[in-house]
């Protein structure tokens, strides 16, 4: 016979079992705190000079550097499936990078013929601009450099000259990726000074200097020219106070949104940021996420397929607006079936 107290106990739990709710799928539609939607997520490309030219990714399974041309048909297809925004990227032909970086503000740089071609081609879909110098200078960093030095204010003078010309391409949105110190209010003030104040600035406010990188070099061609590191810019990853500071700053500065990459590793750092600040938060679930889903889950460590949901469903948890992803075609294709 059962005691009092286990009477009681029994009592407790009927009225609090909170499996009731998880026993049948159109129960857990029902109580489902998160949602995703093609809606949430934006497709990085990356783009290459030629005419119906792909090329394959060594450390990035199933992405491939598109041309200008291809391009537009990757953005059609982003449309269609409800994709509302693309981010490009440019690997630029390596004659054309130099220590001053001086092809990043080239109006007919490869970067700015791809904003012109989408934009022309496919009007409805938003178009991020990276801005950083990367992808043109001869050393692989986000900044000039002298005798070993990142230079800040030089380097965001040549930003914004970058910017200009993006913004004259077509580019929606300037997403500053280089972490120098008063770049958002430069080339917040160049825009609207230029005519362009409905230009948006999306701000990678907390990059960390990370490992989780490497396959992205290795697609815009600088990985293997990285002289050094970016610890002097890009932030510790042992931060997160740092972190708010930033975005703080940013904010204050005049982006429109703010990004935190890498993505997964640092949910926390978007948790914290959604409850400090009223602005939209974008995660980027980078290169080095993505081949390691990718590289599981063709070893049969993970199901995959189950994985790239899962991941993407954590940064909406933990407040992303929406996510950076190279599943993005993919996932919203499965959304919309």
């Not at 129960?27 to 705190?33: L, N």
């Not at 071609?117 to 200078?137: F, R, T, W």
């Not at 400090?276 to 599981?296: D, K, L, T």
Request: proline share 4%; glycine share 6%; charged share 25%.
């Amino acid at each position: 016979m059962a005691s009092t107290w286990q009477k009681h106990d029994m009592a407790f739990l009927n009225g609090h079992r909170l499996r009731r709710s998880r026993q049948a799928e159109w129960s857990r539609a029902m109580v489902r705190e998160t949602v995703l939607t093609p809606s949430d997520l934006i497709w990085p490309l990356f783009v290459i000079e030629g005419q119906n030219e792909k090329t394959a990714i060594r450390t990035m399974p199933g992405v491939e550097r598109l041309s200008v041309d291809l391009c537009v048909e990757a953005a059609r297809a982003a449309r269609d499936a409800g994709i509302p925004a693309l981010a490009l990227f440019p690997n630029t032909p390596d004659h054309l990078r130099s220590e001053d970086a001086a092809e990043a503000y080239n109006p007919d740089n490869l970067m700015c013929r791809a904003l012109s071609a989408i934009k022309s081609a496919v009007p409805e879909i938003g178009l991020i601009a990276d801005v950083a110098l990367d992808e043109y200078s001869a050393n692989g960093q986000d900044g000039l450099v002298r005798n070993g030095e990142i230079l800040n204010d030089e380097t965001v003078e040549v930003m914004v000259r970058s910017a200009l010309v993006q913004a004259e391409a077509g580019a929606d949105i300037i997403a500053p990726s280089d972490m120098m110190d008063g770049r958002v209010a430069a080339i917040r003030a160049a825009l609207d000074g230029d005519g362009r104040a409905n230009v948006q600035i999306m701000s990678y406010a907390a990059k960390y200097a990370s490992c989780f990188y490497g396959p992205f070099r290795e697609a815009v061609g600088s990985g293997s020219r990285l002289t050094g590191d970016k610890r002097t810019y890009q932030m510790d990853f042992a931060n997160s106070d740092e972190a708010l500071r930033e975005i703080e700053q940013d904010i204050a500065e005049g982006a429109d949104s703010v990004m935190v990459k890498p993505g997964l590793p640092y949910l926390d750092v978007v948790r914290r940021a959604r409850d400090a600040f009223n602005i939209p938060i974008y995660a980027y679930q980078v290169s080095g996420e993505y081949a390691m889903i990718e590289m599981a889950g063709a070893a049969g460590a993970i199901n995959r397929d189950a994985a790239v949901l899962e991941s993407l469903h954590a940064f909406k948890r933990a407040g992303s607006s929406g996510v950076l992803t190279y599943y993005a075609l993919e996932v919203a294709r499965w959304l919309n079936r």
